[in-house]
């Protein structure tokens, strides 16, 4: 249902998949994490296309470290930025949704200040387009600097699970408290989930927790469209 378009980014092309639905459909604008291919997130993918939605999906390179540098981060967003150009009507509502780093990246998109280890603030143009924010199990180190998320202020879906060693829970607690409305989030902690459980394909070397898996995938991907079409 997804097919494979190839848009350039100045000298450069990336992948971006795409699904377009009826003119003038919401958009979903999908963040992929660390390993750079949105299809090892069939499941939420197709529901999201299943319930009428443009889903826009850019392919990365796969980030090695776990502490990516300034020029990996502002590649995302810009091309983030760049698919939405490609592929969305002007008056198209977007939700972004996004996995690990690319819940981040969203995040910052989104008007957060996003600091490195190194203190080095990176530079993300804000996408004032996204009206609407999934966030699965986002790194939040990124945002502890005093006022980084002050201009953040649409609302936010945000799931994690009891079993993410990479992204505890009391991280994404502290976000949602963190954010200046925390009103406008709806924080959901997944009982028995790790950080890549919301993957239909895994990392290489990597233990599923959850063992149900498949039920898992397809109830919460429902719990998702519901949150995006509110």
Request: with cysteine.
């Amino acid at each position: 249902m997804l097919k494979s378009v190839t848009i350039k980014d100045g000298a450069d092309s990336f992948t971006v998949s795409i699904h377009q639905s009826i003119p003038g459909s919401p958009v979903v604008l999908f963040a992929v994490g660390a390993g750079g291919v949105p299809e090892r997130h069939a499941t939420l993918l197709n529901t999201c296309i299943d319930g009428g939605y443009t889903v826009i999906a850019p392919h990365f390179e796969r980030l090695v470290s776990r502490f990516p540098e300034a020029g990996d981060l502002t590649v995302r967003a810009r091309r983030l930025s760049l698919a939405i150009d490609s592929f969305s009507q002007p008056d198209s509502e977007i939700v972004g949704v996004g996995h690990s780093i690319g819940a981040a990246t969203l995040v910052a998109m989104a008007g957060a200040q996003m600091w490195l280890r190194t203190r080095q603030c990176v530079s993300i143009e804000p996408d004032h387009r996204l009206h609407r924010l999934v966030l699965l199990a986002p790194p939040t180190g990124f945002f502890q600097a005093p006022g980084a998320l002050n201009e953040v202020r649409i609302p936010i879906g945000l799931w994690v699970g009891t079993e993410d060693e990479l992204v505890p829970v009391a991280h994404c607690e502290w976000l949602a408290g963190a954010l200046p409305e925390p009103e406008k989030v709806d924080f959901r902690v997944i009982k028995g989930a790790g950080h890549f459980s919301f993957m239909d394909t895994m990392p290489p070397n990597t233990k599923e927790p959850l063992p149900d898996k498949k039920d898992f995938l397809r109830s919460h991907s429902m719990e998702i469209v519901q949150f995006i079409a509110r």
